[in-house]
């Protein structure tokens, strides 16, 4: 991935990540209309928290839609692979909760001082495939508009797929350009397992959990409070 565009995954991170990631597996059906009505009112909600004053705040209001509408388990398998299928019992428990705490972490070291008006965030539309809906969008961040590389503007065009679990609209996979968010995150735990000798996972787990403490330690310096 190009350094522009994870500059552009860091802003979009920030957006989305905080709507969750989900399977497939006994999704109930959700139709296009649906689910591009629920897209049109979570970016309205999202949007609202990210000019929201308060980085305190901010991050309250965005970690109670992260724990309430996602179902992070289905994505720690998915970015894990084929390691997930290598783990033992002892060592998926202690992974699972891990990978909550460094994608609740991760996503408040990026950049959230944003203004009234800075971010729009357009439905172009909704495109309904079996049990899931790929919702086209156009997302304006100002910063980047403005910024001397124009690839840019004109907006970033964004696709997620949905799918409904439990009565409950979530995001399964973020793209940009082509991009996937989760095969993305696969290939950083992929690259950190490789590192390790001969792919040891209790190493790669140690190594997890001193990014995750890291981060933590840096949010909490930041915003003075401690992200339990």
């Not at 990540?17 to 006994?26: D, K, L, R, V, Y």
């Not at 970016?43 to 004053?53: A, F, N, Q, R």
């Not at 891990?98 to 001082?113: E, G, M, Q, V, W």
Request: charged residues 30%; proline residues 1%.
């Amino acid at each position: 991935m190009s350094g522009k565009m994870r500059k552009i995954f860091c802003y979009m991170l920030t957006f989305f990540w905080m709507c969750g990631f989900c399977s497939t597996a006994g999704a109930e059906g959700l139709s296009a209309a649906e689910a591009k009505s629920w897209a049109e009112n979570k970016g309205k909600e999202i949007v609202d928290i990210l000019t929201s004053p308060s980085d305190a705040l901010k991050y309250r209001r965005l970690d109670a839609i992260f724990n309430h509408d996602i179902d992070l388990d289905n994505a720690a398998k998915f970015v894990m692979g084929k390691y997930w299928r290598q783990m033992s019992e002892e060592q998926k428990a202690r992974y699972l909760p891990l990978f909550k705490r460094y994608t609740n972490s991760a996503y408040k070291l990026y950049p959230l001082d944003i203004e009234q008006g800075a971010v729009t965030f357009t439905v172009d539309k909704a495109v309904a495939d079996n049990r899931k809906v790929n919702i086209y969008c156009t997302v304006v961040i100002k910063k980047l508009e403005n910024a001397a590389d124009k690839t840019s503007q004109g907006g970033i065009k964004v696709i997620f797929e949905v799918v409904k679990n439990n009565g409950i609209i979530q995001v399964r996979d973020l793209k940009i350009s082509e991009s996937s968010f989760l095969i993305s995150y696969r290939e950083r735990f992929y690259k950190m397992l490789h590192q390790d000798s001969d792919d040891e996972i209790d190493w790669f787990l140690e190594d997890l959990e001193a990014i995750v403490e890291d981060n933590e330690a840096q949010v909490a310096t930041q915003l003075g409070f401690s992200d339990e």
